[in-house]
């Protein structure tokens, strides 16, 4: 069974407009939630994350957003760039424990000039 | 600078060979991960180990086993590497629960 999920496997969007990205638990235990972008043959690599306690979070161009009692939260990007072409995975960690990070399927994004 | 470094880009072994992937950090972080990444279903997580000579089990640990037999360095194992286990593997390290995990560049396996 899924706990995270992705249901975009993909997402086109026009250079300089806004981008997107979903994503949706079922676990309510989840209390930590990060976004990792990922090129091909490379390791993902961390961009934003956010607690449960929060319902936002900036960093530049990336802002994430939690909607707990909808168990969802999303990814803006503005404005897109080319560079931002890539998979964004979204992860999720339960609270209270050492395990590893769940992740959803992933969502290629891209950027069109 | 943070870094996860995997011994291995590439690799190509014969099915039932005994592969080792090794990984190692240089963040002093207590919890060490090993994942594989395949098409369409994202990144799963094999085991992990959150201290010295501590492991745990991931989601599918079947056909692999790990070593740590020092904090830096965390080792995956495919006992008898079979086909199914082509795949591109990842390591990862976080300091603790709370923080974000940083992965190494990953090791593209294949099994022939």
């Known amino acids: 069974d899924q706990q995270v999920k992705q249901n975009s496997p993909s997402l086109s969007v026009q250079e300089g407009r806004i981008s997107i990205l979903n994503c949706d638990y079922t676990?309510?235990?989840?209390?930590?939630f990060l976004w990792y972008k990922k090129y091909p043959a490379e390791g993902p690599t961390f961009l934003i994350s956010i607690s449960s306690i929060k319902d936002k979070n900036e960093d530049g161009r990336f802002t994430v957003f939690l909607n707990k009692s909808a168990k969802h939260l999303s990814l803006h990007i503005v404005p897109s760039q080319p560079g931002d072409s890539a998979v964004y995975f979204c992860a999720a960690r339960e609270g209270g424990g050492a395990d590893g990070l769940t992740f959803g399927k992933g969502t290629h994004l891209i950027i069109q000039p | 600078d943070v870094k996860v470094t995997q011994s291995s880009r590439y690799l190509v072994k014969r099915t039932g060979e005994k592969v080792f992937l090794e990984c190692v950090q240089d963040?002093?972080?207590?919890?060490m991960f090993w994942y594989r990444q395949d098409p369409g279903l994202g990144l799963r997580l094999i085991y992990f180990s959150y201290d010295v000579k501590m492991k745990e089990k991931g989601d599918i640990p079947e056909g692999y086993s790990v070593s740590r037999e020092k904090k830096e360095r965390f080792s995956l194992i495919l006992e008898s590497a079979s086909t199914n286990q082509t795949s591109m593997y990842l390591c990862?390290?976080?300091?603790?629960?709370?923080?974000?995990?940083?992965f190494g560049q990953g090791t593209r396996l294949t099994v022939v």
């Open positions: 963040m002093d972080h207590e919890n």
């Open positions: 990862a390290s976080s300091f603790d629960k709370n923080t974000e995990a940083f």
């Open positions: 676990n309510s235990m989840f209390d930590y």
